[in-house]
């Protein structure tokens, strides 16, 4: 799932990854995770919609990464590749809209970062299947990297109990 994002963002400061694993078919597997919504994860709903402007309850993952400030920059049936720029820190949520995945690899405003999230489903070897989540933060100078540190700081510790609560739930879902 790394090799996902190695096209967007081989080297990030930051890097998240989740994984949960269910017995369900990866098409029924990917169907749950893509229901979910935002109302429906209480950490990570509420964090969403405080952060991102616009964000209402009733929307799901799937149509989140694929709206303002998110960025489609690939995908296939079973897998969403989705990015945004800025200053992630500030309490300003003022994103750029870009045009695009090239203007996504051609960001490089001083001061920001670029940040990628890759999502996707895989059969196992055992019958069962894998969600995956993938997140990789990149700053652009110095400035971004010592922000992005700090904020880090802070976030990082959570982000294991954040992060994997859709995955959680997707599962769940995929196998009832």
Same mark, same amino acid.
């Given at each position: 799932?790394?090799?996902?994002?190695?096209?967007?963002?081989?080297? !990030?400061?930051?890097?998240?990854?989740? #994984?949960?694993?269910?017995?369900?078919?990866?098409?029924?597997?990917?169907?749950?995770?893509?229901?979910?919504?935002?109302? *429906?994860?209480?950490?990570?709903?509420?964090?969403? @919609?405080?952060?991102?402007? @616009?964000?209402?309850?009733?929307?799901?993952?799937? *149509?989140?990464?694929? &709206?303002?400030?998110?960025?489609?920059?690939?995908?296939? *049936?079973? #897998?969403?590749?989705?990015?945004?720029?800025?200053?992630?820190?500030?309490?300003?949520?003022?994103?750029?809209?870009?045009?695009? !995945?090239?203007?996504?690899? &051609?960001?490089?405003? !001083?001061?920001?970062?670029?940040?990628?999230?890759?999502?996707?489903?895989?059969?196992?070897?055992? @019958?069962?299947?894998?969600?995956?989540? *993938?997140?990789?933060?990149?700053?652009?100078?110095?400035?971004?990297?010592?922000?992005?540190?700090?904020?880090?700081?802070?976030?990082?510790?959570?982000?294991?109990?954040?992060?994997?609560?859709?995955?959680?739930?997707?599962?769940?879902?995929?196998?009832?």
């Amino acid at each position: 799932m790394s090799e996902e994002l190695d096209h967007w963002l081989p080297d !990030p400061v930051i890097r998240s990854r989740h #994984r949960r694993a269910a017995r369900a078919t990866p098409a029924d597997l990917w169907a749950a995770a893509t229901s979910i919504r935002l109302e *429906e994860t209480r950490r990570l709903g509420r964090l969403v @919609g405080w952060r991102i402007p @616009g964000v209402q309850g009733s929307m799901t993952y799937h *149509e989140l990464f694929r &709206a303002y400030p998110f960025n489609v920059l690939d995908e296939s *049936e079973q #897998r969403l590749v989705s990015g945004l720029c800025g200053r992630i820190w500030t309490l300003a949520r003022d994103y750029p809209t870009l045009d695009g !995945p090239d203007a996504f690899r &051609a960001w490089d405003e !001083p001061g920001t970062v670029r940040v990628a999230f890759a999502h996707g489903v895989r059969a196992l070897e055992d @019958g069962r299947s894998e969600l995956w989540s *993938e997140a990789r933060v990149q700053p652009i100078d110095t400035s971004a990297r010592l922000r992005l540190k700090a904020v880090w700081a802070v976030v990082g510790p959570f982000e294991r109990l954040v992060g994997a609560e859709p995955l959680d739930l997707a599962a769940r879902r995929a196998e009832s």
